[in-house]
């Protein structure tokens, strides 16, 4: 096994965090990777622009965007309907940039009328929205003016710009207008934002924007293609034997809730407005927390064989017993072992016919110890699968460790190498 990544110093690491300001830069510390990764891989496995690369868990779209950049054809995958429109949003860069600052203008004005029309008569949610969202996480008046915006956004709706206006307000609304934190897990700051700026902070972001699209114009007709969909059930959208290279990072199995990390913007942008709406949007996500695990699950039965997975599932649930822990969430710690890993193996199924003899795949995940501090070795774990499946295991490169806050030890991000033979 090489580990490549690690003899790449962390120097380089943090230089390409802080680059690509803007559009670019939407969720980065949320729930996207480093650009340097898929450039890093896109340079080692030979990419070219004859190639094409899927990122069947491509959240905001680094992959896609970092491909466009280099000229290479890409696609994507993103089950979270706010994360494909981001995503969607950030490889669109034919964009008449000079209509969309007249029109942001014009929506900026009749924000500002509309803001001193309603005097003291403040706009708020219904209470099914607000039931979905986390207790505090805006305040009053930056509701108010949210919802005025969304208001006008919508009268004044222009279809060629109303992806890249949506955007730059979600993430105005999650970064500036909110009270949400991010470190690393969504919370609610104590000191709470009173009022803020709507309507001049969208403007810069619809600048920043702007400046990005300009210094990308020339790539703007590589192609790159999102689609709203299950990474899981995704044969009926690519072709057969269509795709070259696989470059993505799925959700590890890490309580890491994705839906609850993009509530505000999924219930203000009403791609949820019922709680209904919340259930259905987590069961097409992987399940890789205690949160969307769901009576009738079957993913796991694409495991049921591999002793690995049932050995570390049942281990598990043996731990759980045998401290006495009782929670509804302890008791489904084994049951998102179960799921996590049986999801992956009917994704890795899924994608045989679509990929193309000799194809190569590099999956980044990362190993977990919160399950009564029994060791989750993503990376080992999905490399076996992986192989019992037909694939061939290139390397497991170490990207990085971060420091377990249970168990004090060092945890491994991985890059899962495999090759597809087409056998
Ligand atoms: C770790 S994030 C990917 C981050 C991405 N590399 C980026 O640059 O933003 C994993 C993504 O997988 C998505 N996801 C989870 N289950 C999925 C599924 N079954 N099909 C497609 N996407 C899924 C989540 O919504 C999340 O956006």
Known sequence: MSYAIQNKPGVEQNKLYSEDVGIHDWYRFVLSYPPHLVRYYIEKLNIDNKHTILDPFCGTGTTLVESKKL??????????????????????WNIDCNSLLKHSSLVAKEVKKRLKACGNNLKSLDTEREKLLIKNSISVIPLHKSLVFLEVLNDLKDERFHDIEQTAFAKQLVFSYSNLS?????????????DVSVVELWLEQIQKMVLDLRSYHSNKRIQAKVYLGDARAMSQLLNRKSIDFVITSPPYPNEKDYTRITRLEAVLLNFMSVKKDLRKSKEVLLRSNTRNIYKGDDDEQWVANNKCIVELADTIEARRIELGKTSGFERLYHKVIRNYFGGMARHLKELKPILRSGAQLAYVVGDQASYFRIPVRTGKLLANIATNMGYELVSIDLFRTRLSTITKEQLKEEIVLLRWQGR
Request: hydrophobic share 40%; glycine share 8%; proline share 9%.
């Open 71 to 92: 000229g290479i054809p890409s696609i994507g995958i993103e089950a979270n309907p706010v994360v494909e429109m981001a995503a969607r949003t950030k490889i669109n």
């Open 182 to 194: 991010f470190s690393p897990e969504v919370g609610v700051r104590r000191k709470k934002k009173i």
